[in-house]
């Protein structure tokens, strides 16, 4: 049984990494030095990492079970795939700005669909 409550979290908690990537991009970009691998990149990367596929499996379970409005699991898979590459992508500054973006405002865009959709389920229960 799907727990819908926990994956409206995980929603809000991928919502605060996807910003969270965009400001460490932004101050990376700005020093224009890379941060450490071992001791910054892979800790946030890999936490990242783990809640995309905790996300990605429990929203892809629950799509199964119901229709989503305009959602598809195909969108569900690229946007945590997304989520993952911008987690390690925001620590440095060489990376394609417009890329960069592009992948942000992508995620950002189908997360807070998902967010809504969720709120709407939740309130018809």
């Given at each position: 049984m799907i727990n819908k409550n926990y994956a409206k979290e995980l929603t809000q908690k991928l919502i605060q990494f996807n910003e969270q990537a965009d400001v460490i991009y932004?101050?990376?970009?700005?020093?224009?030095?890379?941060?450490d691998f071992y001791s910054e990149v892979?800790?946030?990367?890999?936490?990242?990492h783990t809640a995309c596929s905790e996300w990605k499996d429990s929203m892809k379970e629950w799509m199964g079970m119901e229709s989503f409005t305009h959602l598809f699991p195909l969108q569900i898979e690229q946007t945590a795939n997304n989520l993952s590459d911008v987690a390690v992508q925001a620590?440095?500054?060489?990376?394609?700005?417009?890329?960069?973006?592009?992948?942000?405002?992508?995620?950002?865009?189908?997360?807070?669909n998902v967010r809504d959709e969720i709120d709407r389920k939740l309130a018809n229960v």
């Open positions: 932004e101050e990376v970009r700005a020093a224009g030095k890379e941060k892979k800790p946030f990367a890999d936490e990242v620590f440095f500054p060489k990376t394609s700005y417009k890329r960069f973006k592009s992948h942000i405002q992508s995620v950002r865009y189908i997360l807070h």
